[in-house]
């Protein structure tokens, strides 16, 4: 972006992303979206949001921008009295940050500790958060098209048992909306303490709906399960991308990881449902061992589209109904989005 283009609100706060490789020029609109994050991500719902804005003549934008999540305050400053701006995501950095520089936070987001979207109404700015949304809704569609409906009648989830691997921001959001919907749940983290903290706070909120504890309950909770989710980096792009969640990364490195886990997969039940929320080009590690055993799999691809159709759901609300554009369509829509 042309320093020169830089709206003066924003100089010395973010300058223009250079993912994902679409990433409009300058902020030459007449109402834009904006996320700030603190580095360049290849985002799939700026892509997704700037499709249906194109497709449906809207004259809005979607841009990403970097900036430093210390600055928060400005830059959300910076956007509430900024008319062009509408709303947007709450990029890597900022999630935490925007639920104390925000107007008001929904009480599931409060709840979570994170915001994942802004929506800006009647000059002031809310904060959401869909990616627990964004999973559920992926979940209930892949039961629905899977299993009988006595399963998950109507999408209820009360009558199963998820276990829920990883404790960090992702599986906060997760946990409380599945929660939320009924599901009982044991949450196991590599770090014990923070499993047995968000454990606390759920059942504050729900009752005794969850257990939590160390990784080295896996082959105790494994069996139990009717869903397993991980949420950690197990499988994730980087150092751990190769390890598979159904067992600890200890000392003795990836051939113990998948020896182990190889074991732990004779454990599922038959029809165990497993989910991997991270995003990847090829089958998590996970998830392979999963499939190979003969039971279901769902990646993270379907938390994803769910949670940006539910964000610009949040945040265009008013003209997509102005457009005549309900909540069905706007997904086949992003479906569609290249
Ligand atoms: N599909 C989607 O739409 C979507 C959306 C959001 C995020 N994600 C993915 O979800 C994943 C988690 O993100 P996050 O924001 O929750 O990250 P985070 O807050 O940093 O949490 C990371 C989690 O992974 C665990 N972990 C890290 N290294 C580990 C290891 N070697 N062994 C066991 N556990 C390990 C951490 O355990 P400790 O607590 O012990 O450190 C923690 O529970 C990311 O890979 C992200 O890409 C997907």
Known sequence: MNTKKIPEQ????????????????????????????????????????????????????????????????????????????????????FKNRALVCLDMIDPLAQRIGAVNVVAKRNGQLYGFNTDGIGFV?????????????????????????????????????????????GAHLSILNRTAEKAVKLVARINAVYGPVAFGGGEELLAKEIPKADIIVNASKKGAEGEFSDYS???????????????????????????????????????????????????????GTSMNYHQAVEALWLIHQEDFTRLKVTKEALAKLMAAAT
């Open 10 to 93: 924003f100089k010395g706060l973010l300058t223009r992303a250079l993912l994902p490789r679409n990433n409009p020029p300058d902020l030459d609109f007449p109402r834009y979206d904006l996320t700030p994050i603190d580095h360049d991500y290849a985002a799939q719902f700026q892509i997704k949001a700037n499709y249906v804005f194109r497709t449906l003549g809207m004259d809005v934008g979607f841009v990403m921008m970097v900036g430093d999540p210390k600055k928060a305050e400005k830059i959300y400053d910076a956007f509430r009295y900024d008319p062009k701006y509408l709303g947007g995501g709450t990029g890597s950095g």
């Open 137 to 181: 809704r992926g979940l209930q569609e892949f039961l629905a098209t899977h299993f009988s409906r006595a399963y998950a009648p109507d999408g209820d989830l009360s009558l199963l048992k998820v276990l829920l691997l990883g404790a960090g921001g992702t599986a906060d959001a997760i946990a409380f909306t599945l929660a939320q919907c």
């Open 245 to 299: 969640s159904f067992a600890l990364a200890t000392e003795g490195g990836l051939e113990e990881n998948l020896r182990q886990s190889a074991e732990m997969v004779k454990l599922l039940r038959p029809g165990t449902v497993v989910c991997d929320v991270n995003l990847r080009k090829d089958e998590s590690p996970t998830l392979r061992q999963a499939r190979l055993a003969g039971h279901f799999v769902l990646d």
